[in-house]
């Protein structure tokens, strides 16, 4: 789907400022929070997947959220039909809106893998775009948006820097996972990662194959991995089942998530995760 841009004429042919804070609305709480970081005091935001405990997966709209749409002045989401549902709320809306989605800015196509917000370069792709959309929008107002996404950048290259480190630490260290979730990150760890037929029917919510499941047991009761990435919002028998695998073979189990956690923003949730995972592999190569 190509990126709709679709700004008030009037405002940039002006130059003036929007009279109140320009509103957000965002799929996903980690997209809104770093715009409400970006906009500050000139935006709103609301994200609607917000609840950490909540399979984003099997999450249905209703009217509240139907009518909040028709006042967004901004709309983000993911893309990759990870919440296909925006399509059709924005598709029912007729008024013009600024529509961003990120899977767009990162030229991504139907079949790769959603969870994009793991890789760090996501995030300061779509912040630079998001400030630049904002100034347009607020010109007079332009200064402090460029302000704010150089402290952005300033957080964005100290969660590089910790990922540059670990990646020295853990290059080519075999894991594996439950589901895709974390996948573009541990492919930005240099980590070798196991189980990927099997993670795309979990997140498909198919059944994998008789062989992707033997695999995937093999790696575990012969320690071939050395950590079991799990997602800590969505379960069933079969990945519960692998999970006591884990557990009886030694074998550390490190939880992501597909939502941004309360009190938390991007880089504390990514560098909690981080921190998560370096512990579990310390200790898996204690208990070897």
Do not use: C
Request: aromatic share 8%; charged share 20%.
């Amino acid at each position: 789907m190509l990126i709709r841009i679709m700004t008030l004429i009037v405002l940039l042919i002006f130059n003036t400022s929007w009279a109140e804070p320009i509103h957000i609305i965002a799929a996903e709480n980690f997209y809104g929070d770093i715009a409400a970081k970006l906009g500050g005091n000139y935006v709103s935001v609301d994200s609607i997947l917000n609840n950490p405990k909540q399979d984003p997966h099997l999450f249905s709209i209703n009217p509240a959220i139907a009518k909040a749409i028709t006042h967004a002045d901004i709309i983000i989401y993911n893309g990759l039909d990870y919440d296909s549902w925006m399509e059709n709320l924005i598709t029912a809306n007729s008024q013009k809106k600024l529509v961003i989605v990120v899977a767009d800015l990162m030229k991504k196509k139907s079949g790769d893998n959603p969870h994009i917000w793991y890789d760090p370069n996501t995030m300061l792709v779509y912040a630079t775009y998001l400030v630049k959309q904002l100034s347009l929008l607020d010109v007079q107002h332009k200064d402090y948006f460029q302000q704010q996404l150089t402290l952005f950048k300033q957080q964005y290259q100290l969660l590089i820097n910790k990922v540059i480190i670990d990646k020295t630490k853990w290059l080519h260290t075999p894991v594996i996972a439950t589901e895709p979730v974390f996948n573009d990150m541990a492919n930005t760890l240099g980590l070798t990662m196991y189980g990927l037929h099997f993670q795309l029917s979990v997140m498909n919510d198919t059944e994998p194959s008789a062989a992707d499941i033997k695999d995937f047991q093999n790696k575990l009761m012969t320690r071939s991995v050395k950590v079991l990435i799990i997602n800590n919002q969505v379960s069933d028998p079969l990945t519960q089942r692998m999970e006591e695998i884990a557990q009886k073979a030694n074998i550390p189990i490190v939880g992501v998530s597909e939502t941004e956690p309360p009190m938390q923003d991007y880089f504390t949730w990514m560098r909690d995760q981080l921190i998560n995972l370096e512990k579990a592999l310390g200790e898996s190569g204690e208990r070897n």
